[in-house]
């Protein structure tokens, strides 16, 4: 089976940084997905890694270390608008998406 | 413009009716997918589809069923055997199911509350 672990809430000020941590045990791993989804809304794909490191996107960067079963969304220069849930995802060996239960994100001015 | 469709945003049903909601995707995407989401969970797979006239069950496929006649459509019908079927409904679509790569595109889901 699939465990896919993420904080339930966190919150910050706008302007500041904040990471979003996931931790997961798969059989097997072909990559690994955040994606950001507003209340009542579609996800909307953010990231993806598949080999370890940081991908950087915008404000917008991700991490993965598949030796740990680890992974982080780190947004910078937050934004109101930023606040959301933040859905990581991960790819086992069935090639089919497993969701975590999502952080949601709460940006105060 | 390319993208996934479903309709209504908003379903309103008794309890003991069936009730299908609608997907379709211009994408020409392979793999479909549909999800429940409840309040505080994540999304959680209900059915996936390969390729036309193949299914196959995920993690919480009782009470619901799908088809899948046509690359462009994957229809979810909630039957009356769904023990609690209020929740926001998702479909999803991917190039294949196969590639690493691949990333899912989210249609924008209805809610559907059983009266």
């Known amino acids: 089976g699939q465990n896919i672990d993420q904080p339930t809430e966190m919150t910050a000020t706008e302007g500041a940084i904040v990471q979003i941590n996931c931790t997961y045990q798969?059989?097997?791993?072909?990559?690994l997905f955040w994606y950001q989804q507003h209340a009542g809304e579609a996800p909307t794909f953010l990231s993806y890694?598949?080999?370890?490191g940081l991908e950087e996107k915008g404000r917008f960067s991700s991490f993965l270390s598949r030796s740990k079963g680890y992974s982080y969304l780190l947004l910078k220069e937050l934004q109101m608008k930023d606040s959301a849930s933040y859905l990581c995802?991960?790819?086992?060996?069935?090639?089919?998406?497993?969701f975590g239960r999502g952080t949601s994100l709460i940006v105060h001015p | 413009d390319g993208g996934i469709t479903q309709s209504p945003k908003y379903l309103f049903r008794k309890e003991g009716q069936n009730v299908t909601l609608s997907c379709e995707q211009n994408?020409?995407?392979?793999?479909m997918y549909w999800y429940r989401q409840d309040p505080g969970q994540g999304l959680r797979l209900i059915y996936y589809?390969?390729?036309?006239?193949?299914?196959q069950k995920g993690d919480i496929a009782e009470g619901y069923s799908v088809s899948r006649e046509k690359k462009e459509s994957f229809p979810l019908t909630v039957t009356s055997a769904q023990k609690n079927p209020t929740a926001f409904y998702l479909c999803a679509s991917s190039s294949r199911t196969s590639r690493s790569t691949d990333t899912q595109y989210f249609g924008p889901g209805t809610r559907l509350t059983v009266l």
């Open positions: 798969t059989s097997g791993f072909n990559g």
């Open positions: 589809s390969q390729i036309v006239n193949d299914f």
């Open positions: 995802a991960v790819k086992g060996g069935s090639y089919i998406p497993t």
């Open positions: 890694n598949v080999l370890d």
């Open positions: 994408l020409n995407h392979d793999a």
